[in-house]
Structures are given as structure tokens and as C-alpha cells.
């Protein structure tokens, strides 16, 4: 696979971002494994800009180890400083699931409650109210509709 190529200036912003990051992989004693691979093809998929840090101290490797990530992993070789490799890569689209059946969550509302005493404040109460309840003007939780009651239990009363 052939690596993306980016401008200084677009290679120049992504090396601003990639400051305040922490390495993600680590390249140890074994070198360039498999394992090392798809951590970091799945870091790549997970955040698209991340920092490697190589225990090497062959800076002729670790430029090989570079240039080879880049390549099979298709992404763009950001910067090589000292033992921390930068690489970038374009997130994938994700799809939303949507599903037609969920019902509204829960929802919490601030109510307050007078006291029957006079002279104190009132209580600031936090009400949960779930998708089938509703909040009264008086601050009461009620059924947003009435229990369904069947035909048979109602043809007995």
C-alpha cells in the first residue's frame, strides 16, 4: 500500500496536534512484530493521530520502523523525534445505528416544594421522570396514560 502524502503545512498542523499526546504503542527489544502491527492499526482506526515510542537506540532502525509502518499500515508519516514515531491516518465514517423501537429515556426536572410552615424556603427538589410518566403543573409524577385495563377485568366491574 502506498502511504498518504500530505503538505508541510497540513503535516505541520498535525504534529501541533500530536504534542499533547502519549505514545499509544510501544516498539520493545523484539522489534517490528505482528502484535506491534495491529495495536497500531487499531489505534490508528480508534483515533487517527497517535505516537509511537521505539526502546531502540539505533536511530537507522528506528527511521526503517518509520518508513515501515507508514507503508503497510497506509498512513502518513507525521514526525520522527528522538524514540517517538508519529503517524496519521483519516478516521473511518461510522455508522449510526438507529433503532426505531427505542423509547425516550428518562428525564430529570428541578420542582420546588413549599413548605406547609410559613417563613421557610422552599426545597429544591430533582424529579426523575421516566418516557411513559409525565410532571403535573402541581409537580406530581403521573402516568402519561392511564393503565390499560383488559375488556374481560372490565366487563367484570
Request: no cysteine; proline share 6%.
Amino acid at each position: 500500500m502506498s502511504q498518504i502524502q500530505l503538505t508541510p503545512a497540513q503535516r505541520k498542523e498535525h504534529r501541533a496536534d500530536a504534542h499533547h499526546l502519549d505514545p499509544v504503542v510501544m516498539v520493545g527489544a523484539d522489534g517490528l512484530t505482528a502484535a506491534v502491527k495491529k495495536e497500531a492499526d487499531a489505534a490508528l482506526n480508534a483515533h487517527g493521530l497517535i505516537k509511537i515510542r521505539v526502546f531502540s537506540d539505533d536511530r537507522a532502525a528506528r527511521e526503517a520502523m518509520f518508513q515501515t509502518l507508514a507503508d503497510e499500515l497506509n498512513a502518513a508519516p507525521i514526525q520522527h523525534i528522538g524514540k517517538l514515531l508519529v503517524l496519521w491516518r483519516p478516521m473511518p465514517e461510522r455508522e449510526k445505528v438507529v433503532d426505531e423501537n427505542r423509547m425516550p429515556g428518562p428525564r430529570d426536572f428541578k420542582v420546588l416544594k413549599y413548605s406547609k410552615q410559613a417563613g421557610q424556603r422552599p426545597e429544591v427538589k430533582t424529579l426523575r421522570v421516566l418516557g411513559n410518566q409525565r410532571l403535573t403543573a402541581g409537580g406530581q409524577v403521573k402516568r402519561a396514560k392511564p393503565k390499560q385495563i383488559s375488556i374481560k377485568k372490565r366487563s367484570q366491574t
